[in-house]
């Protein structure tokens, strides 16, 4: 099984600052990396796939980038609505794995 | 619109069986691998089960093999979770999910809301 690695496990950061959240894969996964947003008592929504593509509706403050084994989402001026989790999963293998999840709080 | 709707969820205790359900519409469900991926409470995300397209290809991590069973109705596209011998370290909340384009190893574009699984003496 293909273990993620999310950190830091919270990030403080300010409302209008930038915000890099990083994912690592015990082994190399392809570029099958989703980044995924989660709000209190929802479900998660997809942000990102394939590393770095947007999903469909999904605002260009937020991007992906990365390879191999090391992946950063980047969210270049944060929100309100921002603060919240994040997960990264990857798809290259089965089971497809979650990271432990990044919470965004502000500072 | 694609929608997925999960029910069934409730208080069981350990040992005893729940079946979990998800309707889907909006889209061609026969045509789509499923999924059911649960969360611990203030926990993350853990993928149970995947069927294939057609249910011939089932998938179970190893915590749930052997007591959990994935299936599917495609003439009613309905998703089931049928768990067995449930432990209280399966006390979740159970979200269906269909990958982006439909097939195996995908990431996953439409959750439903989840339906919600305790169990406790």
């Known amino acids: 099984e293909i273990v993620m690695t999310q950190s830091p496990a919270t990030l403080s950061v300010s409302p209008g600052e930038r915000a890099s959240l990083s994912c690592r894969a015990s082994q190399s996964i392809s570029g099958k990396l989703a980044w995924y947003q989660q709000k209190p008592g929802q479900a998660p929504r997809l942000l990102i796939y394939?590393?770095?593509t947007r999903a469909t509706g999904v605002p260009a403050r937020f991007s992906g980038s990365g390879s191999g084994t090391e992946f950063t989402l980047t969210i270049s001026s944060l929100q309100s609505e921002d603060f919240v989790v994040y997960y990264c999963q990857q798809y290259n293998n089965w089971p497809l794995t979650f990271g432990g999840g990044t919470k965004v709080e502000s500072k | 619109q694609v929608h997925l709707v999960e029910s069934g969820g409730g208080v069981v205790q350990p040992g005893r069986s729940l079946r979990l359900s998800c309707e889907a519409s909006?889209?061609?469900?026969?045509?789509?691998?499923m999924y059911w991926v649960r969360q611990a409470p203030g926990k993350g995300l853990e993928c149970v089960a995947l069927?294939?397209?057609?249910?011939?290809?089932?998938y179970y991590a190893d915590s749930v093999k052997g007591r959990f069973t994935i299936s599917r109705d495609n003439s009613k596209n309905v998703l089931y979770l049928q768990m067995n011998s449930l432990r209280a370290e399966d006390s979740a909340v159970y979200y269906c999910?269909?990958?982006?384009?439909?097939?195996?190893?995908?990431?996953?574009?439409?959750w439903g809301q989840g339906t919600i699984v305790s169990v406790s003496s």
């Open positions: 909006g889209f061609t469900f026969f045509s789509n691998g």
């Open positions: 999910a269909k990958p982006y384009s439909g097939n195996y190893l995908e990431p996953f574009d439409i």
């Open positions: 394939a590393a770095s």
């Open positions: 069927i294939s397209y057609n249910g011939d290809n089932k």
